[in-house]
C-alpha cells in the first residue's frame, strides 16, 4: 500500500495506537496531522519522521474540529484518511456513576469524532476518502464495572455503520477496528493504581485466545489497511483482539 501524496489526520496520536498509526501511515509514505492534547508527546511521535505535523487540540473544545480540518487543508490542500481514534476509559461502576462522568465520556467517546467527521466531510468527499473510527472489544462485548465507557464504543460501532451507508453514494467509505486489550497508557490515565492494573493485564492476558495482550503496532496495521483508497470495505468493524471475542 502507497499513501503518496495522501493527507491524513490521526487524532490521539500522542501515545498507543494513535501514535503507531500516525507513524505506520507516514511510513506508507502519508502526510500526517498527529492531533493531541500534549505537545511533547506528539513531538516524540514526530521524531526523525518530517512527513508527521503535531497539532494540539482538545478535541471537546469548541471549534477543535473545524480548526483540525484547517490545519491539514491549509498544508496538503487536501483530506483523504480520518482516523478517529482519541477516547478515554472510565472505569465505574453503577452505583458510582455521575452525570459529569457519563458526559465526560460521551464528550469525547462519541460527539467529538462525529463532529471531527462533519467537519471533514467536504476534503473526503472530493476525494473518495476513508474514516476509521477505533472502537473496543467493549463496543459489542459486556463488561461489568465499565458499562457505560462500553455504551459509547457500541455508539461508534453503529454509527461506523450508519455512516457507512450514508456515504457510500459520495464514495466515501467508514470502518472501524476494535482493539482488544493492547499495551497503551490507557489504564493508567485512567486513574487506576499500578497493582490493579498489572491485576487487570493478568486477568485480560489469560482469557485471550492467542495467549498475550496486542501491541499498538499491530492495532495500526489493520488501521492502515482498512484506509486504503484500493479496499473495497464499508461499513464493518474488524475486532484485533487475538481471539477474545470468541470467548
Do not use: C
Not at 512527513?51 to 498544508?75: C, K, M, N, Q
Amino acid at each position: 500500500m502507497s499513501f503518496t501524496g495522501l493527507a491524513v489526520v490521526v487524532t490521539g496520536a500522542g501515545s498507543g495506537i494513535g501514535r503507531a498509526t500516525a507513524q505506520a501511515f507516514a511510513a506508507a509514505g502519508a502526510d500526517v496531522l498527529a492531533v493531541g492534547r500534549r505537545l511533547a508527546a506528539l513531538t516524540e511521535t514526530a521524531a526523525e519522521q518530517p512527513s508527521i505535523v503535531p497539532f494540539t487540540a482538545d478535541l471537546r473544545d469548541e471549534g477543535a474540529a473545524p480548526a483540525i480540518v484547517a490545519a491539514a487543508l491549509d498544508r496538503w490542500g487536501r483530506l483523504d484518511v480520518l482516523v478517529n481514534n482519541a477516547g478515554v476509559f472510565a472505569a465505574m461502576p453503577l452505583a458510582e456513576a455521575t452525570a459529569a462522568r457519563i458526559d465526560e465520556l460521551v464528550a469525547t467517546n462519541v460527539t467529538a469524532p462525529s463532529l471531527l467527521a462533519k467537519a471533514a466531510l467536504a476534503p473526503l468527499r472530493e476525494h473518495g476518502g476513508a474514516i476509521i473510527n477505533v472502537s473496543s472489544t467493549f463496543g459489542h462485548r459486556p463488561i461489568a464495572g465499565a458499562g457505560h465507557y462500553a455504551a459509547t464504543k457500541a455508539a461508534i460501532e453503529q454509527l461506523t455503520r450508519s455512516w457507512a451507508l450514508e456515504l457510500a453514494p459520495d464514495g466515501v467509505r467508514v470502518n472501524a477496528v476494535a482493539p482488544g486489550p493492547t499495551e497503551s497508557g490507557a489504564l493508567a490515565a485512567a486513574g487506576l493504581p499500578e497493582a490493579v492494573i498489572e491485576q487487570v493485564k493478568a486477568e485480560e492476558t489469560a482469557r485471550i485466545p492467542l495467549g498475550r495482550r496486542g501491541q499498538p503496532g499491530e492495532v495500526a496495521d489493520w488501521i492502515v489497511r482498512l484506509a486504503d483508497p484500493a479496499a473495497w470495505v464499508t461499513g464493518q468493524v474488524l475486532a484485533v483482539d487475538g481471539g477474545l471475542g470468541l470467548n
